[in-house]
């Protein structure tokens, strides 16, 4: 079955930078775009960021733009997000999803599969 293993989550300074890895199995992992997620307690899923199958296209959140990097080792069924600048807001346990899709790709809904996500906390 597909399995989506986040890793790299943790307590981190404000200004400080956290590296989130996914590793997927169980799909052929360059047919798929990949996402990243994030959700705060109370709050909803929101899009983060994601990166086509070629990794030809990125797009990122607003509030992350400029501070918030994805990427992708189809060679290793990996994806990353290298995160720099971290703020307290940025607080939540983050998700990545695997989609069969190719357009926009900007909502939950628009993702096959999940992973059970990692922890992230930021300190001021």
């Known amino acids: 079955q597909v399995q989506l293993v986040e890793s790299g989550g943790g307590l981190v300074q404000a200004g400080g930078s956290l590296r989130l890895s996914c590793a997927a199995s169980g799909l052929t992992f360059g047919s798929y775009a990949m996402g990243w997620f994030r959700q705060a307690p109370g709050k909803e899923r929101d899009f983060v960021a994601r990166i086509t199958r070629s990794s030809g296209n990125t797009a990122y959140a607003d509030s992350v733009k400029g501070r918030f990097t994805i990427s992708r080792d189809n060679a290793k069924n990996t994806v990353y997000l290298q995160m720099n600048s971290l703020k307290p807001e940025d607080t939540a346990v983050y998700y990545c999803?695997?989609?069969?899709?190719?357009?926009?790709?900007?909502?939950?809904?628009?993702?096959?599969?999940w992973g059970q996500g990692t922890q992230v906390t930021v300190s001021s």
């Open positions: 999803a695997a989609s069969s899709g190719s357009l926009r790709l900007f909502a939950t809904g628009d993702y096959n599969y």
